[in-house]
């Protein structure tokens, strides 16, 4: 869509003048508690290709529809997740951190899925979510107060082993 990096926060601004339901994207059927957003881009890819072939001006005719289709796919699909993993769990409280924190329709919809749901919600004011460092931070200084440490050996691991 030619939106500079990061996207998210402008998806967010377009997105709230626009239709959620003018274009429909599949959700991801993905098993267990896993969730992918694989399948959902390549959707997104298709549509825009084909879309654009049409009509070269159809991203900015459609900028705000857009956005607000495909963020509210992403979002009720990240709701759906949440409350099968709370149903499966038992959960009831729910926390939402971070950069995507800052995200004012999933804000909403956690808003409104956590009433439904009678969930304790906490999510931070927006001045906390824009950047993960100050939580990293945060997490380490307790680590640290605990002498929870670890040498230079350890090593992340993107996958379950």
Not at 104 to 122: D, E, G
């Given at each position: 869509m030619n939106l500079p990096?990061?996207?998210?926060?402008l998806i967010d601004k377009?997105?709230?003048?626009g239709n959620p339901n003018r274009y429909l994207f599949p959700e991801p059927n993905i098993p267990n508690l896993d969730f992918s957003f694989s399948g959902l881009k390549t959707s997104f890819l298709y549509f825009l290709q084909k879309e654009v072939a049409a009509n070269p001006a159809f991203v900015e005719e459609?900028?705000?529809?857009?956005?607000?289709s495909y963020q509210h796919r992403i979002v009720t699909y990240l709701i759906h997740r949440l409350e099968k993993a709370s149903k499966e769990t038992g959960i009831k409280t729910i926390g939402l951190a971070g950069g995507v924190a800052a995200n004012s329709y999933l804000r909403q919809m956690l808003q409104t899925t956590a009433a439904k749901n009678h969930w304790q919600l906490h999510i931070p004011s927006f001045d906390y979510c824009t950047d993960n460092a100050a939580m990293v931070a945060m997490a380490a200084h307790f680590k640290?107060?605990?002498k929870d440490f670890v040498g230079q050996d350890v090593v992340p691991y993107s996958r379950k082993k």
């Amino acid at each position: 869509m030619n939106l500079p990096y990061p996207g998210g926060p402008l998806i967010d601004k377009y997105g709230a003048t626009g239709n959620p339901n003018r274009y429909l994207f599949p959700e991801p059927n993905i098993p267990n508690l896993d969730f992918s957003f694989s399948g959902l881009k390549t959707s997104f890819l298709y549509f825009l290709q084909k879309e654009v072939a049409a009509n070269p001006a159809f991203v900015e005719e459609n900028l705000a529809d857009i956005c607000a289709s495909y963020q509210h796919r992403i979002v009720t699909y990240l709701i759906h997740r949440l409350e099968k993993a709370s149903k499966e769990t038992g959960i009831k409280t729910i926390g939402l951190a971070g950069g995507v924190a800052a995200n004012s329709y999933l804000r909403q919809m956690l808003q409104t899925t956590a009433a439904k749901n009678h969930w304790q919600l906490h999510i931070p004011s927006f001045d906390y979510c824009t950047d993960n460092a100050a939580m990293v931070a945060m997490a380490a200084h307790f680590k640290f107060l605990e002498k929870d440490f670890v040498g230079q050996d350890v090593v992340p691991y993107s996958r379950k082993k």
